[in-house]
């Protein structure tokens, strides 16, 4: 029965099926499934994507960058995404009633192995200190590649936000230092843009047309291009939930511990003794990040490492690092400090202990962790 006259325009007679019909619908939606395709790769909206966060809102902040090759586990995984990986920390929240410390570095600092309360950030903010009338909070911005470039890019980013930190420790080790291989980290590839705006506005070394950047063609930039991109920020916000109820960010296991007895080879990155030359290291990489810093306080700290004693250790003081490269990098380094006035706090033997290490020359216990942090209360404090 059809309805009423006054409520007869709710009544559409049905059409019959016809594949006219299906073909035009089919057509419509590729088209604008093109147009989105193409409106997304002119447009490149990731970085604002990844601004959009649930972290700090409706969830809390992650204690340190996220970084994890196995989500299932961790809650957490490594994506490219700049701001994204920002947005997720508790460093967008930071309070302006607190001391502010940013710690920048390796994967020493992000604290492998470590819960994010065992970091030196953890541990740091344990002491319960006191800083120019506030409680002083350490947030970690450590990374696990080992780049002064790739540090730079992070601080660079965190210099962004407000509010500003109170004081910057940005720990050190020879390893990070190769010229060469600055770009070598993948968050640095591919953030082609972000890394050549870095290198042309602080007048860095690095060739701002060096193959190893990542250049998506007009096709990679598209949503399906991007779709491994997007589907990261979303697994960032779902993984967010499992941090929120576990604090767990990474997976805990066992491990291969460091080697004591050692290669009796004496080069170090191809650099064979005699051939290391200070140019050879990127102190142009770490002037800028003290220049970026501006009336920012930083303090340089060469960080602890393992000591072996075992075989080929006069040779070589640990896997990383032939002495000879090591102390001539030492040398460099405190020269450098010294012209340029830079405070440097030169702690690679501090922690003597071969205890205090675990699957590298530079990642420490908890128990270590902690008594690094101590050593670090003065300049936190003065």
Same mark, same amino acid.
């Given at each position: 029965?059809q309805?009423?006259?006054? *409520? ?6 049905? /059409? ?10 089919v ?5 604008? *499934?093109a ?6 790769? @002119?447009?490149k &909206? ?20 996220p970084? !994890? ?11 490219? $995404? ?10 967008? %929240? ?11 570095? =390796?994967?020493?600092?992000w ?5 994010p ?17 506030? &409680? ?23 210099l ?15 390893? +990070? ?7 070598? &980290? ?11 705006? @870095?290198?042309? /506005?602080?007048d ?6 060096d ?7 007009? #096709? ?7 779709r ?6 979303? /697994?960032l916000?779902?993984?967010?939930? %499992?941090?929120? @109820? ?12 460091? +080697?004591?007895?050692?290669?009796? =080879? ?7 003794? !005699?051939a ?19 009336d ?9 490492? *393992?000591? +072996?004693?075992g075989? $080929?250790? =006069?040779?070589?003081?640990?896997a990383?690092?032939p002495?000879?490269?090591y102390?001539?990098? /030492?040398? #460099?380094?405190?020269?450098?400090a =010294?012209?340029?006035g830079?405070? @440097?706090?030169?702690? #690679?033997?501090?922690?003597?202990? %071969? ?5 590298s ?22």
């Open positions: 029965m309805p009423s006259p006054p *409520f007869q325009w709710l009544y559409t007679p049905a /059409r019959p099926f016809t594949w006219g019909f299906f073909v035009r619908v057509v419509k939606a590729a088209i604008l *499934f147009v989105l395709n193409v409106a997304f790769a @002119l447009l &909206p990731l970085p604002t994507l990844g601004r959009l966060s649930a972290y700090n809102t409706l969830l809390p902040g992650r204690e340190r960058l970084y !994890g090759e196995n989500p299932a586990e961790s809650y957490n995984l490594s994506l490219y $995404n700049l701001p994204a990986m920002i947005a997720s920390h508790t460093w967008v %929240a930071a309070d302006d009633d607190e001391f502010r410390v940013l710690l920048v570095g =390796d994967s020493s600092v604290g492998i192995l470590l819960r309360e065992d970091t030196l950030a953890g541990q740091i903010n344990r002491l319960d200190l006191r800083a120019d009338g506030r &409680p002083v909070r350490a947030y970690n911005f450590g990374y696990p590649t080992m780049s002064l470039l790739k540090d730079l890019t992070l601080l660079d980013a965190a962004r936000e407000e509010p500003k930190p109170d004081l910057i420790i940005w720990l050190l080790t020879l390893e +990070s230092f190769a010229a060469r291989d600055q770009l070598d &980290p993948a968050l640095l590839q591919n953030n082609p843009d972000t890394v050549r705006d @870095l290198i042309t /506005r602080m860095l070394a690095q060739d701002v047309n193959p190893r950047f990542v250049e998506p063609d007009f #096709w990679g930039e598209t949503i399906i291009g991007r491994r991109d997007l589907a990261d920020l979303l /697994r916000q779902l993984y967010g939930v %499992a941090w929120a @109820l576990t604090g767990v960010d990474q997976a805990y296991g066992d491990y291969t511990p460091r +080697s004591i007895d050692l290669s009796d =080879d004496e080069t170090w990155r191809g650099f064979a003794p !005699g290391l030359d200070r140019d050879d290291l990127a102190f142009d990489v770490l002037a800028a990040g003290v220049a970026r810093a501006g920012v306080p930083v303090v340089l700290v060469n960080e602890p490492i *393992f000591i +072996s004693e075989a $080929n250790s =006069d040779v070589r003081y640990n990383f690092y002495r000879w490269a102390d001539a990098y /030492r040398d #460099w380094l405190a020269d450098e =010294d012209a340029s830079w405070t @440097l706090l030169d702690l #690679w033997d501090a922690l003597p202990a %071969a205890e205090c290490y675990t699957d020359p530079v990642h420490l216990t908890p128990e270590c962790s902690a008594a690094l942090a101590q050593e670090l209360e003065a300049v936190i404090t003065r």
